[in-house]
Every structure is written in structure tokens, then in C-alpha cells.
């Protein structure tokens, strides 16, 4: 590792064709990111090189297959590296993140008798609430449910320790509120799981483009993340502890083999977009050689892609980090404005720059309707943050309008979101 350079967000701008798109002559503000990112042109390139040369299905006894035995060989290794695991065999692929929860909970689920107990917030996305509530009802488990702190929507932590008993069977939290930037203790709650003789489900999804993660310094039993959220392709992705993914009773087709990755990823995957998420990889590596000082060349077989890739999540958090203040602050001065989250700059470590806010009695869709006029992409409505946006009673009304950084947005685009709604705000 050298000396980390400054970031240059330019140059990774210039990886990612959608965001040089102008209408009207306007260029887009694309803040959209916590549904989905932008691709890079590695992703792009991948996925077209794939289509055009190899496109095979798997273990067959030639030449496109044996290259897309390859590719899927490395791309689940890259997987493993950019999460921190031992291995590509304990990452498992799928369509996206609430398909594969519902598949893990109800064998999860299988596991359990009557009574037994599982833990979820109101912190987190329902992908990570409804898989749980709904295995819970087919296998007679109880669900208890750990609220928030509702002057910051931060996770109520006493709350979480009081509902942790001897029947506690799983923990889900998330590692980033995908709604309003929260970041939990996830290393602390993985202790009180842990010492509850419980298993800890991690929701990466929303700190995927934003934290360098590393499952064994979280504690984690099981973590999913979503690849089309840190500029990837539309997939899922799951690691779990290797002795879970060889005991819990996988559901398969009988041919289908019965080691790891295969006895999870059911049915024929998606090789081409997995082929992209290879080259969205790296571009993180690219980022991490670039902008984070590690050594080395994207995509080199020296053993080093981990440091790579954690080397871009380190330079990118630091430098959405220095987003945050000018955002929330930008925010906090336009009349009539509320943001819903962490707005004291001493906490600003333990949120990502998502915010999410409502603007007097302005319809939430209406903003984003005029922000989108503006070429300022935004989110509005509950964003799938169900419990959250009931607990803080604004479900009847819209929910909240939601904006989100990652490392390619600027200080412009902040200045760009401040003017309009105050625009907005004034009536104009």
C-alpha cells in the first residue's frame, strides 16, 4: 500500500457512460443510488464479451463451457474477496437479495420447532422483515420485533437486549438503513447474539457501494448483498458460514450436485450478468489502485484483490464521508424541511450519505416529480422501508423523499438538490 491519493472524482466518473447523458441540455443528477447504481464500462464490457465468445452453460465437455466454468469459478472467488471470506464455495448467487432470503429462511425455518424466536427491526428493509415473518408463521415461531430512536432512526440497542432470550434462534439486522443512512454496532450486535447462542443475518444491501465489509470482523452468520446496488448487474449475493451451507437442508433438484456453491444456486444462473459483476469488480480494484493507493494491477492473479477492493471501499466511504456534511447541512437549510435520520455532524460516522426528508405538507411524490423535471433523480414513498415509515407515522402521507450519494456524485449535484428545493419550498 502506497501513500492514498486524493479522490478524484472525475476520473471515476468517466468509468460510468450513463452519467455523461444530458436531456435538454441539462446533465442528469443521479441520486437514485440506493435503489441502484450506474454501471461501469468494465461491467458493460464483461457482459458483452461474455455474450459475444463463451455463452455455455456449465460442466459441459467443450470449449464456451469449460471458459464459463472459469469465469464463474473467479467471479464467485472475487465475491469472497470483496466480502473478506475464506472462499468463492461459501458465496452463493441468485436473482436478487429477497429471493435468496426467502429460499435461506425456509430452510432455515426447517430447523426450528414451535416457539422458537427470531429478531427483526424496524430499522430494515421488508426484504429482510417479510422472508422471517413468513416462515415464522408456517413453522410456529415467534417474531419479535426491535424498534428505533425515533429523533435519529438510529436501532434501538437496549431494546434489541431485552428482546434476545434462550430461544432465540436468529438475529436479522441491517448494516446500513436503506431508507435513511443509519449505521448500526453490527460488530457489537453480533456479540449479544452470539452470547444468546443465536445466528446473526447481516442485510449488506445498502452498505454494499458505501463500507468496506469484512464478515469475519462483523461476526456475521450470514450476510446478502445486492450486486446492481455497489455498480454491478441485477443479482443477489449470499455468504454464509460454510458449516451452515452444508447443514441447513438446501431445497434442490435431485440431479443437481450437492457441494458448495451448487447446492444452493438452483437452476441454471445468470452467466452473463455475473460475467459483468466480474468487471464491475474490477473496476473496484481499478478504484482501489487509483484512488486508494493499493498496488497492483485490476484483475492481476497476485493474490492481492482483496487489498484491492477493500483499499476502493476505504477511499470511497472517506470520501462520501466529506459529502455528508455539506449535504445534510445544504438539506437543513431549506425552509420547511425535516430530515428523518442522524443530522448531528459528531454521529455523521455512523450514517452513509442516504437522506431521506419531507418538506411541509408537500406530497413526497410531487418533489420528486419536479426534482425529476430538473434532471435530479430521487426517490419517494416507504422505499420498501415498511416498518420504519409506519413507526414514524408518515405512511399515510407519502412516506419520505429520498435521496443517495455514492463515490461518483459531486458537490455540484448537492448545490444543484439544495436550489431546487428551496425552489420548491419557496413556490416556485
Not at 478524484?8 to 441520486?31: E, K, M, N, T
Not at 458460514?241 to 444462473?269: F, I, N
Not at 464491475?280 to 480494484?285: M, S, V
Request: hydrophobic share 45%; aromatic share 6%.
Amino acid at each position: 500500500m502506497t501513500d492514498t491519493p486524493a479522490f478524484d472524482v472525475q476520473a471515476v466518473r468517466d468509468h460510468f457512460p450513463a452519467l455523461s447523458r444530458r436531456v435538454d441540455g441539462r446533465p442528469l443528477a443521479f441520486l437514485d443510488g440506493p435503489a441502484g447504481t450506474q454501471v461501469p464500462h468494465e461491467c458493460i464490457d464483461g457482459i458483452v464479451a461474455y455474450l459475444e465468445t463463451s455463452n455455455a452453460n456449465l460442466h459441459g465437455a467443450f470449449l464456451t463451457s469449460h471458459e464459463t466454468d472459469a469465469m464463474m469459478d473467479e467471479v464467485h472467488a472475487a465475491a469472497a474477496d470483496f466480502l473478506g471470506a475464506a472462499d468463492g464455495s461459501e458465496i452463493t448467487f441468485g436473482a436478487n437479495m429477497t429471493t435468496l432470503t426467502f429460499a435461506v429462511s425456509r430452510a432455515i425455518g426447517r430447523t426450528l420447532t414451535a416457539g422458537d424466536e427470531i429478531v427483526v427491526t424496524q430499522l430494515d428493509h421488508d426484504g429482510d422483515v417479510a422472508p422471517w415473518l413468513t416462515m415464522a408463521e408456517e413453522r410456529g415461531a415467534v417474531i419479535r420485533q426491535v424498534g428505533i430512536r425515533p429523533e435519529d432512526c438510529t436501532l434501538d440497542m437496549d431494546a434489541l437486549e431485552a428482546a434476545l432470550s434462550p430461544r432465540t434462534r436468529l438475529v436479522a439486522v441491517t448494516l446500513a438503513s436503506n431508507a435513511v443512512g443509519s449505521i448500526p454496532p453490527v460488530a457489537r450486535i453480533a456479540e449479544m447474539v452470539h452470547a444468546a447462542g443465536a445466528w446473526l443475518w447481516v442485510d449488506a444491501v445498502h452498505a454494499g457501494p458505501h463500507l468496506p465489509i469484512d464478515v469475519a470482523a462483523l461476526g456475521a452468520d450470514f450476510l446478502i448483498c445486492s450486486p446492481y446496488k455497489f455498480f454491478g448487474p441485477h443479482l443477489g449475493l449470499l455468504w454464509a458460514r460454510r458449516e451452515l451451507l452444508e447443514s441447513l437442508p438446501a431445497v434442490k433438484v435431485r440431479p443437481a450436485a450437492d457441494d458448495l456453491p451448487g447446492r444452493w444456486e438452483t437452476g441454471t444462473q445468470s452467466h452473463e450478468m455475473l460475467a459483468g459483476l466480474l468487471g464491475t469488480f474490477r473496476y473496484l480494484e481499478w478504484v482501489g489502485v487509483s484512488q486508494g493507493g493499493a498496488s497492483g494491477e485490476p484483475g492481476a492473479a497476485d493474490g492481492r484483490r482483496r487489498t484491492r477492493l477493500k483499499a476502493a471501499m476505504t477511499a470511497s466511504r472517506a470520501y462520501e464521508r466529506s459529502l455528508i456534511p455539506p449535504l445534510i447541512s445544504g438539506l437543513c437549510s431549506v425552509p420547511g424541511l425535516q430530515i428523518r435520520g442522524i443530522v448531528d455532524p459528531a454521529h455523521f460516522d455512523e450514517r452513509c450519505p442516504t437522506v431521506s426528508f419531507t418538506l411541509g405538507e408537500r406530497h413526497p411524490r410531487a418533489i420528486a416529480e419536479v426534482l425529476g423535471q430538473r434532471g435530479i433523480f430521487s426517490w419517494d414513498g416507504d422505499n420498501y422501508a415498511y416498518e420504519l415509515i409506519r413507526a414514524l407515522g408518515l405512511a399515510e402521507s407519502g412516506g419520505m423523499v429520498r435521496v443517495g450519494l455514492v463515490h461518483y456524485n459531486t458537490l455540484d449535484e448537492i448545490d444543484r438538490l439544495v436550489e431546487a428545493l428551496r425552489e420548491i419550498a419557496a413556490g416556485r
